[in-house]
Nanobody
């Protein structure tokens, strides 16, 4: 079983910055991809950014140039640096990790979510 624990959300003014962290733990053999998703009230969950174990990244068009995803493979941790935040970035942000457990079974795990609110 693989658990993800997120931290770093909160309330920030427009134009401000936040850094989210997500640490994976448990029976992990390898993690292939890690990513951040978000879900605003009344909207579907959407991909914000993702990163592979090799460092390849993918971003939603709405956050390109403002958000940066990175990971520490040794710590099984993924980060999301969010700059120039806008009110439309307000959402619950979820971390996701996909890989193989110690028993070499594939897994896809989600964190519990962390609230990001951008408001003056």
């Amino acid at each position: 079983q693989v658990q993800l624990v997120e931290s770093g959300g909160g309330l920030v003014q427009p134009g401000g910055s936040l850094r989210l962290s997500c640490a994976a733990s448990g029976s992990i053999f390898s993690i292939n991809a890690m990513g951040w998703y978000r879900q605003a009230p009344g909207k579907q969950r959407e991909l914000v950014a993702a990163i592979t174990s090799g460092g390849s990244t993918n971003y939603a068009d709405s956050v390109k140039g403002r958000f940066t995803i990175s990971r520490d493979n040794a710590k099984n941790t993924v980060y999301l640096q969010m700059n120039s935040l806008k009110p439309e970035d307000t959402a619950v942000y979820y971390c996701n990790a996909e890989g193989y457990s110690d028993s070499l079974r594939r897994f896809s795990s989600w964190g519990q979510g962390t609230q990001v609110t951008v408001s003056s």
